[in-house]
């Protein structure tokens, strides 16, 4: 007899799920807000926390920037940063990480101290985006950085462009992405002649200049 | 030096540095002087009619009348809310980003303005998580601004007060779309709400809400400085005033450029950009970012208005010129464009979570050869299944663009499905000759 020949639950060939029986149990207690003395979190993460709830109207406001709070001085959103986010704010961590998990700059999981976001979308991807990404990957590997391609970052005027922790560069051309991270782990200025801050107006850059 | 093409007054000045900083923005252009004006001088209801009559259209996408929105908001005591929406994010646009960075006070003066307009007491400015380089300058004027008087209680000396607090995203396209602006300066996930009630009756915290655009807001210390009839003495009579046009792609000098509405699109593409690169030519263009339909040459003498990009059947948006020249693909191209919508999809309605996942899949298909062109047709049925049936408009924003392309580059598409097709259309026609050969 084959087990959907038989009588559902009372299947003698199936396992019995014990959901099936018992009803489903939750895989963790439900959570609850932890509080402040479970949590060890750094009184600077705190007040900074408190600081941001205070400027706005409804204290939940502050979720995103408590989360770059935690994410500036763990590197990452840890499980832990968020827990300790999540007693200063009065909320269970889950409500903290439900909004973590919906952004592409807040990462739930472990990152390099660096961030290298290589544009892909349109006008990067007609100008080489894609073969710049190739050479960040490349020229980064093994480094101490997360590269990755990222959609536009609203800098189509210097395509393909580049984001190394939060500072745009470009245009840049494949043979740049070695300089610019050898300059970056050095802890030096990184491509200045390329950075978007000292870039003019696209009508004052000198003739025949792109 | 602007271009003779070039008309600046939102960038007037603006290849200074030091307008960036308030004793720059008051000396070079007499920043300010307005606020001051309208918080002394006038009444809402004045500058609100000041804003109607000027005919300023929204520069963050639909376009509509700011005056109008700004009238919608209910009257009476009661928490009201400002939102700038500096959540630029749409591939193509990078104008807010130059407002931002090189004019910051003109913002937050016109900001102040508009919270007058609006009654509202507590403003918000909404800006793109990795815009952190202009954040920091906000940041850094609105520190200014409150130093100065001009932001926080008892605003020079007039008992009107207001608060302005720059909040970071952190990355995510949807928050451009207002609602979800909302939810997501509330603190929560960036979904859109269901409208109506639209946000100037319950927007923030439940409170009546006026969102608009950097440029729209940029543009309003101006308007109330010189007047309506002195704005409408620029760009044309739907579109009036200066639009600071973003121009990316196959072109020779991308950029920010500030123009009359109403000029030629060649002169934007051609004249400003310096045309596509030595021997190539303009293949199509988005007029107005990624989500516009894309237009052919043939609609290069159009005057880039609101109006005339919509009797094209595309739309001027937020003012991003995206040009595709003869090299590029319009099938690879049509796939990185619904990608984008694919990857920023929040999820929340099926037409757009599955619609554009669907037409990632069917456009690889097309690329990678192996598509036929009946898939074409189901390309266009789920495009038009997406279109207008979502809480928003990002499922709409893929659907337009895929499908202008579908329709007018057809020819192109089938090629590349025809290319792929040939070895086995050989054999398929002659067995015999091909066993006869090998």
Redesign the interface.
Known sequence: MSPVDGPGIFNPNLPVDQAVTEGRVPPRAEQEIPELHEVDCPDELRERIEELMARYPDRRSASIPALWAVQERYGWCTPEGIRQAAAVMRFTPAELESVASFYDLLHTDPVGTHRIEVCTNISCWMRGGDELLDAFVAAGEGADAHITGFECLGACDIAPMVSIDQRYYGPLEPNEAATAIEQLLAGEEVLPEKALAKRPLAADLPEGGS | ???AL?TRVL?EH??DPALRTLDGYKRLVGGYATQEKAYRQMEQDEVLKELEDSGLRGRGGAGFSMGKKASFLPRGEM?KYLCCNAD???????K???LM??NPHQLIEGIAIAALAADAG?AFIFI??????QADILDAAVAEAYEAGYLGTDILGTHRDLEL?V???????ICGEETALLD???????NPRLKPPFPAVQGL?GGPTLINNVETLSNVPRIVANGAEWFKGFGTEQSPGTKVV?????V??????EVELGIPTRDLIYG??GGPAEGHEVKAF?PGG?SSPVLTPAELDLPYSFEAMAEAGSMLGSG?I?V?DDR?SIPH?AL??AR?YH??S?GKCTPCREGTNWTVKMLERVVRGEATPMDLDIISSVQQNIMGHCLCVLGDSMAMPVSAMVNKFRDEFEQVIAEANAPYAAVEGSPLTLGAAT
Do not use: W
């Not at chain 2, 997501?184 to 960036?190: D, I, S, W, Y």
């Not at chain 2, 020779?252 to 450029?257: A, D, E, L, M």
């Open positions: 030096m602007a271009h070039e960038l603006a290849e928490a630029e994010s749409e591939p193509g646009a990078f807010d980003r130059e960075q090189r507590h793109r998580g990795e815009y952190a380089e607090v909040h970071r995203g952190a990355g995510a396209y997501a300066l509330e603190g929560k996930r960036g915290y973003s121009i990316s792609g196959g020779r000098r991308p950029g920010n450029y400003l950009a988005y990624s991003s995206i595709a590029v191209m990185r464009t984008f990857h920023e929040c």
